[in-house]
């Protein structure tokens, strides 16, 4: 009855079935046995040693104190005393695991995830949502305190015993020395009862749970965000792809547990001798971490597995075959690559090319090549991607959408310059320069007319819708068309330079901060409190405060201009170089502010903002195969339906995978990790002998 009666508490106290089993595997039932084996053997020592302690009464006036607590003890009916060392042992237990707060508060236990959750779209009213229940903050349970505590406690009590033993007939007779050793064995009783066992089970399955929960607050997170979401007119197609899911794992260079020698793989033991489209499948199932595939066969054939794995995710968006001319060959030594310079890598451009994601933006799921050479960079975005997925998902709106082009123009005074500034500026004579302009081409719309006079000197800063192309030369043609017209009204009028440094092209300005150019995107997201501890594993308001600090304080004392960020460049110019971008204008595209918040439920809030993103899916580099591949993987290879849709969802990876990459950093700078993870994974042995 009273097994039964502790199996009702611990599950109406944890609220898991799956801490419940593993309880019961690890935990009760052994200790059970042990307890009912330990109270058989007290009831009969109890009886042989009963004229004993009655002697030791009668040798000393002491003993009467023992005697009388042994006769009230007596008199209580042993399921009353099994019944107070139960209560005891659980109030003990359940104070020291949740001292630090706990990750399954999350949504009560009764609730059930729909096997189908995050594949289906998403509800568009919001007053569906179910208010999120609030849940305490603080660091996990302390797991290592309780193994440590277990070793003391056995070795202990096995101390206590053997000592007892070699003299007992002496502690027997002894009243004080009885009574400690009594009072002693009754606290490792409790102790036993109470706690010993339960570091044992594994700590990765009582935290598997965590994931459907996890999946339901996405729902919840998704729901809150879906006001913004509306906002997308690209989403709106008659039909979706199913969103995939968070990735089940990713090689995280920030997580100190990834240090650690890993787990037993669930993978056969003889993955070698399997083909590779057989062990493809083992991976695209999760019975294969994508990025232990170097570890499992040669560095080789890992990069030909992982292909036919990320060609199966792929297919499943509509986009199969998309890697098949991303070289992959073995010109490049992938050996010396792994572990040092890129992860889940996929091939070249001739650097290496690593995919992150799945990654939901906008309600759609799309993964994202980077090219780079710097270790760790892959698998701390894959992280971002992995939180932010389990979240809200990523959702991001483009605010302004024009590049720019500001040709310094010189008169014979500062006076005619003044007359020139003031004739752009009105209505009318944008018209005239609008209709020069647009004269050259097919797609570009003149927006703007900007002039900034200083002395002689005129800098007109012309802005222009550029479709699907970055359009350096579409508003570069446009404004000569546009000077013709201003040398025929002001005749004085002498060009210095096509680009007079005011567009600003490749160099960090003010100007591209406050008033943008390229792709003006903001992006957020929720991430929910276990997904932080979990994933990114560190707190809400650690994070925060990490940032505030770092990218925001720091940033201004530095006098930065655009900023405001951790590493913002290194993920856009990873996805430039992948998909053929200008690498250069990652200079202005890397313009960033991020912010976090606390949410009033307790889960992390974070944007990043980006005003002057440049990109193109048509025209450079994206003509390329290899990069032209990149962006097919992406979805947006080439000119859109509508003119500037595919240069647009560009502009939106680019700031989402921004974001992730973001999150994963400053969550190792707030775990303090940073450097660990680099030393242990961005530095490969020197080898005797050059490839």
Partial sequence: KAHRLLDIVLLTAIGSDKWHREFHQAYLDPVFSIICLLLSALRSSHELNESLLIQSREMTAGSTIIGTLIDRIDSIPSTHLFFVAVATSIIFSFLLLNSGGSTHAIMPPDAKLPADLVCKDRPAS???????????TGPEPKWHILKILNYAAATSFTASVLYFASDYSRFLSDSASLLKFITGWSAFLVFFFGFFGISFVDADGLLAHEEEEVRIRQQQMQRQMQPAKSHHSHNSGPTKSKLHLPASSAPVCCDPTSMKTPAASKAPTNVKELPDEEIANLVHAGKIKDHTLEKLLDCDRAVAVRRLAFDAKLSTLN???????????????????????????????????????????????????MATTEGCLVASTNRGCKAITAGSGAISTITRDGITRA????????????????????KDNFALMKEAFESTTNYGKLLSAAPTVAGRNVYVRLQCFSGDAMGMNMVSKGSLAVIDLLKSIFPTL????????????KKAAAVNWIEGRGKSVVVEAIIPLAVVRSTLKTDVKTIVHVNTQKNLIGSAMAGSVGGFNAHASNIVTAVFLATGQDPAQNVESSNCITLMEETDEGDLWISCTMPSIEVGTVGGGTSLPAQSACLKAIGCKGGGETPGANAKQLAHVVASATMAGELSLLAALAANTLVQAHMAHNRKPATSSSK
């Fill in 407 to 426: 040709p310094c123009l010189r008169m014979k005074s500062a006076k005619e310059a003044a007359h020139l500034k003031i004739w752009c500026e009105q």
């Fill in 494 to 505: 002498e060009l210095v330079a096509l680009s007079g440094n005011m567009c600003t092209d």
């Fill in 126 to 136: 919001k007053s569906n949502a179910t208010p999120s229940p609030q849940h305490p």
């Fill in 319 to 369: 986009r199969g075959g998309a890697l098949a001319d991303l070289p992959s060959g073995p010109s490049l030594d992938y050996s010396r690559v792994h572990g040092a310079n890129c992860e889940i890598v996929v091939g070249y451009v001739p650097l290496p090319v690593g995919m992150v994601g799945p990654l939901t933006l906008n309600e759609e799921t799309v993964y994202i090549p």
